[in-house]
């Protein structure tokens, strides 16, 4: 049994104690167990975004021969804690003309759309927050939700920038979401399930990793996830030479940093995806076997690396322009998809694997 | 339901696909506009229909000041003229007073003249090079401009004292002789930085979405580039050869051997490409004047107070940075000059963005904005 499964069981033997000093009937109500789970997970989340903030403003200074945050904590670990606390505590400014409720409402439907998809990501054998048998549609069905913030906050903010980044984004998530879920369905058609553990599941079985047989799917995907996420080359709804700040320009204080923390997380969604569904997970890579590790480790270091990866294209990529970012989603990444899994189905007819 | 919504909808108004055009303004504080340009944009949808630049938010009349003020003290006044090219300004002032108070300079004078003003154009270059990439979205190059523009930056306060507004380049010489170290210094710089430009064009040159993004962009022929008025490397982006180093040599440029950067494309990829090359020249142009330069003075000796003839004009035109500037000065026997005026290139370069940008998106704006490299002072004055 691996640690963090451990910990899990150990939160609920502790909760069962506690329950049972209050006189309450065992076991514990499944709601109130899902409330803690929840807590734990987004308070964990929150964390790794920070680090992903300040590993980003890392990545940034190392590729710009800049030295990048060091004053706060060690190694300026902390800046991130005293940019939220600052965010946090900043007054609240707001436009006069906005539509009073769709302007309160953009961030939190942008924030928790995209924190959703967290529920169903295999984190190691057996440990999810929530498995479903649906995961990856759950996840893709989820995430797409994040489009209604944006365009409900570029048209509530009654600022021109804000409704062309908005429109932009609509048209940019639709568009990419098809190669995104093309790029998925090969390695579903191979295993048959839905389910992310079970695709897992599947890689350490059979020994391989699907980056090596769905190469093309793995690009396509991680190229559409950079997109879904509005990260450059694909952020033009944001585009800060063009649009000032695209959708959020008239967001201040917590509302900005709910759509900047969204931002992050979809990125830990699109990259965690691609290592259950691409990168095998929670497997060990097979030379590292022999070390006494948890699933959950190689996990979060194969995320790590995607995140680099999509990290290092923001610093080194000019913006698309949008006709640009259209053809290119319409009249290359589907053609390509498409084409694999065509490929995919003709490999299965002839090798008989999968199903 | 669909028949319902549509009996609702008068079919002749055609209201269904009818589109609005409205109105954007991008500007005067805008993260993209370089200073405090304002650029009113008519847009329908993403496409521009027309961009009207709106002008005079940096105005400081320049001009009116300095027939207000003795011809050395013009030169401080020059260095606003255009900021990011400082040296350029004081130089074509110089030239222009030296022709109407008739003043010969030392030798040495005018190879250090050569020197710093190729230096400044590197400069001027790189940081052109920043913002335009920053235009484009790529944040990066930006960082990898200022570096090395902060190496010249040093060899330039090293010699003057300053980093931004030099004053350095005087009527009738220049303020200061360089330090026995600076030509080993400059040389160093040079290695240095010719291996440098070639790591820009690996990083931006040939990336496909650069390409995208300029190749074709901001079209312009070279007959309309020369009504329009262009001048520099955006009309060389053209394929016009219009480099006033090489068709009307001042200093002693006659004596360097250089090659006049044109490329044919007329789109924002040539200018860029013009640019690039051009960093290059200024360093083989800078090599030869370090080794031409001999020893000796480097000012004139001046009258204790120099008045301008009477009823007399002169102007000098010089390459600068950005393409032609000329000083146009009229004397009238007082210590004053009693016109003063400044030709700068990128007011003309700035007229032409409303032929370029109607009917591409708004991204093209920035991208064909950042070609014609425009400095606002030098518009506004």
Redesign the interface.
């Known amino acids: 049994m691996s640690g963090s499964l451990k910990l899990l069981k150990l939160i609920n033997v502790i909760l069962e104690h506690v329950y049972k000093f209050l006189g309450l009937t065992n076991p514990i109500p499944e709601v109130i167990n899902a409330f803690i789970t929840a807590a734990i997970s987004f308070a964990v989340i929150s964390v790794f975004v920070m680090f992903l903030v300040w590993m980003e403003r890392k990545v940034?200074a190392h590729?710009?021969?800049?030295i990048g945050p060091n004053r706060v904590g060690p190694f300026g670990l902390l800046q991130t804690l005293a940019d939220a606390i600052k965010l946090t505590t900043k007054e609240n400014m707001e436009p006069q003309k906005r539509d009073k409720i769709p302007y309160f409402i953009a961030p939190i439907i942008a924030f928790v759309a995209t924190f959703m998809g967290v529920v169903v990501i295999p984190l190691d054998k057996g440990v999810t927050i929530q498995n479903l048998n649906i995961g990856v549609l759950y996840i893709i069905a989820i995430t797409s939700f994040t489009v209604i913030g944006i365009l409900t906050a570029g048209w509530s903010s009654n600022n021109?920038?804000s409704l062309?980044g908005g429109f932009?984004s609509a048209a940019q998530i639709i568009s990419y979401e098809i190669p995104l879920v093309l790029s998925l369905v090969p390695v579903i058609m191979i295993t048959g399930t839905l389910d992310l553990q079970k695709i897992v599941e599947y890689q350490a079985h059979a020994g391989y990793w699907f980056v090596g047989p769905q190469i093309i799917g793995f690009l396509v995907f991680l190229t559409a996830s950079t997109a879904e996420s509005n990260r450059?080359?694909f952020?033009?709804p944001e585009?800060?030479?063009?649009?000032?700040g695209g959708f959020h320009t008239e967001y201040s204080g917590i509302k900005f940093a709910m759509f900047f923390l969204g931002e992050y997380i979809s990125i830990i969604i699109g990259s965690s995806v691609a290592v259950s569904v691409f990168l095998g997970g929670w497997i060990a890579p097979a030379f590292m076997n022999f070390l006494p590790v948890p699933g959950f480790f190689w996990f979060v270091i194969k995320v790590l690396l995607v995140i680099y990866l999509i990290m290092a294209f923001r610093?080194?990529?000019?913006?698309?322009?949008?006709?640009?970012l259209m053809d290119f989603g319409w009249k290359i990444l589907i053609p390509i998809a498409i084409l694999n899994i065509f490929l995919t189905g003709l490999w299965i007819l002839w090798f008989s694997k999968g199903v | 339901m669909t028949d319902l919504l549509l009996s609702q909808i008068d079919i002749n108004s055609n209201s269904l696909t009818e589109t609005d055009e409205?109105i954007?303004n991008l500007g005067p504080q805008?993260?993209?506009t370089h200073g405090v340009l304002r650029l009113v944009v008519k847009l329908d949808g993403?496409v521009v229909k027309e961009t009207m630049p709106v002008l005079g938010y940096l105005h400081r009349s320049i001009e009116k000041i300095c027939e207000n003020r003795t011809y050395p003290q013009c030169i401080t006044y020059t260095d606003r003229v255009d900021y990011a090219s400082a040296m350029s300004a004081n130089l074509a002032y110089a030239m222009a007073a030296e022709k109407l108070l008739n003043i010969e300079i030392p030798p040495r004078a005018q190879w250090l003249r050569m020197i710093f003003v190729e230096l400044q154009r590197i400069a001027s270059h790189l940081l052109w090079l920043g913002a335009f990439?920053?235009?484009?979205?790529?944040?990066?190059p930006f960082?990898?401009g200022l570096?090395e523009r902060e190496r010249v930056l040093d060899l330039f306060e090293m010699t003057c004292g300053q980093r931004l507004t030099y004053n350095y380049i005087r009527i009738g010489g220049v303020m200061i002789d360089v330090l026995p170290e600076f030509v080993e210094k400059c040389r160093l710089f040079l290695d240095y930085f010719f291996k440098k430009v070639d790591e820009y064009e690996e990083?931006?040159t040939y990336?496909p979405?650069?390409l995208?993004?300029t190749k074709g962009v901001g079209f312009i022929t070279p007959e309309e580039a020369i009504n329009w008025g262009l001048a520099g490397p955006s009309l060389r982006g053209s394929g016009v050869s219009c480099d006033i180093r090489k068709q009307q040599p001042y200093l002693f440029y006659d004596q360097i051997d250089f090659k006049e950067e044109i490329s044919y494309g007329g789109d924002c990829w040539s200018r860029y490409k013009v640019r690039m090359n051009e960093m290059r020249q200024c360093v083989s142009i800078i090599r030869q004047c370090l080794d031409h330069m001999g020893p000796g003075a480097v000012e004139a000796k001046l009258p204790p107070v120099l008045k301008g003839p009477n009823g007399q004009e002169a102007y000098s035109r010089i390459e600068s940075s950005r393409g032609e500037m000329g000083v146009y000065l009229v004397g009238n026997g007082t210590p004053k000059p009693w016109k003063c005026k400044f030709r700068c290139a990128s007011f003309n370069n700035l007229s032409v963005i409303d032929k370029l940008t109607r009917g591409w998106?708004?991204?093209?704006?920035?991208a064909v904005l950042g070609s014609l490299d425009i400095i606002i002072p030098e518009v506004d004055r």
Not at chain 1, 63 to 66: D, I, L, Y
């Open positions: 940034s590729m710009q021969s800049r021109k920038f062309i932009r450059a080359p952020d033009i585009a800060e030479s063009e649009l000032t610093w080194t990529f000019p913006r698309l322009r949008v006709d640009q | 409205y954007v805008h993260p993209a993403e990439a920053g235009d484009l979205g790529a944040f990066t960082l990898y570096r990083l931006l990336n979405i650069f995208e993004r998106k708004v991204a093209d704006i920035m």
